[in-house]
């Protein structure tokens, strides 16, 4: 049974990330609500991220990155993961726009 | 003599590894109907977007994103659409080592989803980008 609101997934993806890029920002937002998906699910995600790690390095490159940490979360039930992902001098502290809405495609 | 002969093992395992380490690197690709199909298709037009639903009507915000993003810089693309073929959308994730749907590619070369081009549609990054991809290419 799905606990409600355990928020396994989300703290797990907040820890990795956490962990490895020891963010100066670090929101993770479970939009998994605007999909076509069970109450409390935890499938889709946006994260924003501000590390130094990311001055100088290609945008494909650090989404590679982020991907890469979230393997294991992406392969088992992460449907889909928006990723902002700035260096400090690119981050200005301006509310992130959520997602798009969805279609109606997830499930099919 | 015995040496000599666990040297010989030891080549040989050796050699054994290797080429199995060559044909595991092969059938990732090439060997893979489907990875060998997904390699012709990115190269099948200048613009080639992997998809859920078709341009006019995309069942995905993200995948739709994509879209107004391209037809913003008016853009032609090839679509194709992975909720109908379970072995495209499981394949075009395996051949871009990347885990989410839309996928563009420009040139045969992955650039990225939804986040990405939005990213390099503000900065104006894309603008250049179709530039390039319009222009004819040197011929070296």
């Known amino acids: 049974m799905m606990s409600t609101a355990s928020k396994c997934v989300e703290n797990c993806i907040r820890a990795k990330l956490q962990k490895r890029f020891n963010p100066k920002v670090l929101q993770l937002v479970n939009e998994s609500y605007m999909h076509n998906v069970p109450k409390d699910s935890e499938t889709h995600f946006k994260v924003v991220i501000v590390s130094d790690e990311f001055e100088g390095m290609p945008l494909i490159k650090r989404h590679r990155l982020v991907n890469t940490i979230l393997t294991d979360e992406l392969k088992s039930g992460v449907h889909a993961l928006s990723i902002v992902a700035k260096s400090p001098n690119q981050w200005k502290d301006e509310p992130v726009e959520s997602s798009p809405n969805c279609r109606g495609g997830f499930g099919k | 003599m015995t040496s000599i002969l666990r040297q010989m093992i030891n080549i040989n395992k050796t050699t054994r590894i290797s080429s199995l380490t060559y044909k595991q690197f092969l059938s990732t690709k090439s060997d893979d109907p489907i990875q060998s199909h ?29 879209v107004d993003i391209l037809n913003i810089h008016k853009a032609k693309f090839e679509a194709h659409d992975v909720l109908i073929d379970e072995n495209l959308r499981n394949g075009i994730k395996e051949y871009s080592n990347w885990p989410t749907i839309p996928q563009v590619f420009i040139d045969g070369e992955f650039i990225g989803g939804c986040d990405i081009m939005l990213e390099l549609h503000r900065s104006g990054e894309l603008d250049k980008i179709l530039e390039n991809n319009t222009q004819e290419k040197p011929v070296a």
């Open chain 2, 38 to 66: 997904i390699g012709k298709l990115v190269k099948s037009n200048k613009i080639v977007v992997f998809m859920k639903g078709v341009p006019q009507a995309p069942r995905c915000g993200f995948s739709n994103a994509v």
